[in-house]
């Protein structure tokens, strides 16, 4: 068992260290800067039609809120001025596809299959036990980040090339952070990457501290965003094939009306357990993470953040739980779960009216062999290093609890 002892001053390995030195002299050729991230999206890609331009006004407050980080480093800034480069290249690529292909918009998508549920409750083991067969279309972590080649570029393996630094990169910089949640270039991922590319989604709080940005997202109607969802997902498929897609984020949870009116004929499935152990497993790994963009990392007030922003979510799903048709929707228990997880994966293959065949059933079992719970080595969480009160956490989420641990 790992005991994570830096997590408010991180240190980092010989060969880290050197690289973000490198880092910390490229920050000034890397602002934080709206104009400057739009002018080089379009040098590098040699487009210049971005879409609807309604996402500009949520850029300024996202910028705005990371410039605002306290501490924030030179790695840092070079990381966040990436990702968000990448974003705006993705939205140039888009549109460019869609220039190309109309056709695309007349995609039909079938219902998808969606996982609602807070990290550590297993949505990632079921949506990889989901993934292992052919049944479902999905989204590796490659083509979440990059979901369109760049100009030039033939089929997927420059994209898988770029992910195959990153992640190793991100391993050496945080070699715990498997432990916590295993990426690997070709690991199913969520379609909160894809809500990123319109600048609308509670993806952007689990990278930085930025309470502005999240109020902002928290006032504004996540409709049209999903919308935009559902079209990146038809391009996806007319791009690379599918014929029903397997969906999963946390920020459903809070979006469940949004997410019937986008996709009404959906299978949805919840995940729930214990929100204390969550909470605690969930805000170590943010916390652990963001010694990426900042330097001393306030453990204490990130988890004390992070525990007001989970009530503000299960709040939510206490609330909207009654607008999922029962028909097509299920709620999970993680200890069930894991008692007999190909006996769940098989109930939400009967609740989505697909066959499990025997190819599903023998790629399910394979993948169970080769990802047994904690074969990576298990992470040892302190509550009170990172602000929280286990007693005052089960007070606070006792509704949840009730409604749906009860």
Not at 42 to 52: C, H, K, R
Not at 78 to 96: D, G, I, M, P, Y
Not at 114 to 125: D, F, K, S, Y
Not at 132 to 161: I, K
Request: charged share 25%; hydrophobic share 45%.
């Amino acid at each position: 068992m790992v005991h994570l002892d830096d997590l408010t001053r991180p240190r980092f390995s010989p060969e880290i260290e050197e690289l973000r030195g490198l880092m910390a002299t490229m920050a000034e050729a890397c602002p934080l800067d709206a104009a400057a991230l739009h002018a080089q999206a379009a040098a590098e890609t040699g487009l210049d039609d971005f879409g609807a331009r309604d996402y500009e006004e949520r850029l300024d407050v996202l910028l705005a809120a990371i410039r605002d980080i306290d501490g924030l480093h030179g790695p840092g800034q070079v990381n966040f001025h990436a990702q968000l480069l990448q974003l705006l290249k993705n939205r140039l690529l888009l549109t460019e596809y869609l220039t190309r292909h109309p056709e695309a918009l007349e995609v039909e998508l079938a219902a998808p299959v969606i996982i609602a549920g807070l990290p550590r409750t297993g949505t990632t083991h079921l949506h990889n036990l989901l993934a292992a067969g052919p049944t479902f279309r999905t989204l590796p972590y490659w083509e979440s980040v990059e979901p369109l080649p760049m100009p030039g570029e033939d089929g997927v393996e420059p994209r898988r090339a770029r992910m195959d630094m990153a992640v190793d990169f991100m391993n050496a910089a945080m070699p715990y952070f498997p432990l916590m949640h295993e990426m690997t270039t070709d690991h199913v991922h969520e379609e909160i990457q894809l809500l990123a590319n319109d600048f609308s989604t509670m993806l952007f709080e689990t990278l930085g501290e930025v309470p502005a940005w999240r109020d902002y997202y928290l006032a504004h109607d996540q409709t049209p965003h999903y919308a935009h969802l559902r079209t990146q997902l038809q391009v996806l498929q007319h791009a690379r094939g599918g014929r029903r897609w397997l969906l999963k984020s946390p920020q459903h949870l809070e979006q469940l009306p949004v997410l019937a009116q986008v996709f009404p004929h959906a299978t949805v499935v919840l995940t729930h357990r214990d929100p204390v152990s969550v909470t605690v497993s969930m805000v170590t790994m943010i916390v652990y993470t963001a010694r990426m963009h900042r330097d001393p990392v306030p453990a204490r007030e990130i988890g004390r953040a992070w525990a007001d922003r989970l009530a503000i979510m299960l709040d939510a799903v206490v609330r909207d739980r009654e607008v999922l048709a029962p028909e097509r929707s299920v709620d999970v228990r993680f200890d069930d779960f894991m008692s007999d997880d190909l006996a769940t994966a098989q109930r939400v293959y009967a609740l989505a009216g697909e066959p499990v065949t025997p190819e599903a059933r023998s790629a399910m079992a394979a993948y169970l062999d080769g990802h047994r719970r904690g074969h990576l080595g298990t992470i040892d969480y302190a509550p009170a290093e990172i602000g929280l009160d286990p007693d005052e956490l089960r007070t606070r989420f006792a509704p949840y609890v009730e409604r749906f641990l009860g």
